[in-house]
T-cell receptor, first 115, second 114 residues
């Protein structure tokens, strides 16, 4: 079945540091890939997405590239801010999974940015 | 403002009681979902619905029930058969069940068994 593996957290960085959160996936079909962000006490918000190989999703300085050859979708940001502190979820939705577009989530990676 | 509203934000349940979590959306989305979030386990799908009067079991449906009598509403009942109901519950919706469609999430309901 489908699965998403994320790097364990928490990740603690100083402000303006470079961020990478690794994400790899297993899918039976040809999935779309997503990064969602969850701020404390809130629901999830879409951060970015990519729907085909070599696509780059980007938003708010975050980027991730759909790498089919390595089944990866790593999240990066060149300079993090304190306001980026949150939990980040990698997810996939598999086109080959039939009629239901069910999101499969990774376990989440908590990011803590300090001054 | 368009969005998804979950209520209540916090809910306490006694052993053996059924409780119902509310989810309402005004985005005119066809598809709605319920997820359960536990620490270190990400989100797991409980039930989803493609259209009014239709819903399907997700990966962890045992001990839960849903209804979809109106397009904008998708309430979740946590029954006494759910052995470990303490968790954070998230409702979501999307325009369709298309595989490349973004899901929009509510703020969540934290359920605690006392």
């Amino acid at each position: 079945g489908d699965s998403v593996t994320q790097m364990e957290g928490p990740v603690t960085l100083s402000e303006e540091a470079f961020l990478t959160i690794n994400c790899t996936y297993t899918a039976t079909g040809y999935p779309s890939l997503f990064w969602y962000v969850q701020y404390p006490g809130e629901g999830l918000q879409l951060l970015l997405k990519a729907t085909k190989a070599d696509d780059k999703g980007s938003n708010k300085g975050f980027e991730a590239t759909y790498r089919k050859e390595t089944t990866s979708f790593h999240l990066e940001k060149g300079s993090v801010q304190v306001s980026d502190s949150a939990v980040y979820f990698c997810a996939l939705s598999d086109r080959g999974a039939g009629t239901a577009s069910k999101l499969t989530f990774g376990t989440g990676t908590r990011l803590q940015v300090t001054l | 403002d368009g969005g998804i509203t979950q209520s209540p934000k916090y809910l306490f349940r006694k052993e053996g009681q059924n409780v119902t979590l509310s989810c309402e959306q005004n985005l005119n989305h066809d598809a709605m979902y319920w997820y359960r979030q536990d620490p270190g386990q990400g989100l797991r799908l409980i039930y989803y619905s493609q259209i009014v009067n239709d819903f399907q079991k997700g990966d962890i449906a045992e001990g839960y029930s849903v209804s979809r009598e109106k397009k904008e509403s998708f309430p979740l009942t946590v029954t006494s058969a759910q052995k470990n109901p303490t968790a954070f519950y998230l409702c979501a919706s999307s325009p369709t069940l298309a595989w490349d469609t973004e899901a929009f999430f509510g703020q969540g309901t934290r359920l605690t068994v006392v």
